[in-house]
């Protein structure tokens, strides 16, 4: 059974940080991605990581304030949010997908986790 489970999300202060895991099981997968969705707006890309870890992207919105990364060993894959903002606000989704390089679009996505709520007060 595939399952891809986050945990780490929580309530914070305005500047604080955060750090967010993925456990995957099941199945191996060529990259992972993380999205979020703020109540009454769109889900939106925040970073994604290949396989190897060596290609990264990221959401103009998170640059320099997230890194995404992953430990194969653990099937973990990680997002450390530093900075945060109360614009940061939003329930992060873990997704992964079996092939291709990373993407940032959710249809490239076919395994998702549950989602855990991180809460920026200002």
């Known amino acids: 059974q595939v399952q891809l489970v986050e945990s780490g999300g929580g309530l914070v202060q305005a500047g604080g940080s955060l750090r967010l895991s993925c456990v995957a099981s099941?199945?191996?997968?060529?990259?992972y991605v993380w999205f979020r969705q703020a109540p009454g707006k769109e889900g939106e890309f925040v970073a994604a990581?290949?396989?190897?870890?060596?290609?990264?992207r990221y959401a103009d919105s998170v640059k320099g304030r997230f890194t995404i990364s992953r430990d194969n060993a653990k099937n973990t894959v990680y997002l450390q949010m530093n900075s945060l903002k109360p614009e940061d606000t939003a329930v992060y989704y873990c997704?992964?997908?079996?092939?291709?390089?990373?993407?940032?679009?959710?249809?490239?996505?076919?395994?998702w986790g549950q989602g855990t709520q991180v809460t920026v007060s200002s």
């Open positions: 990581i290949s396989w190897s870890g060596g290609s990264t």
């Open positions: 997704a992964a997908r079996r092939f291709g390089l990373v993407a940032t679009k959710e249809y490239e996505y076919d395994s």
């Open positions: 099941g199945r191996t997968f060529s990259s």
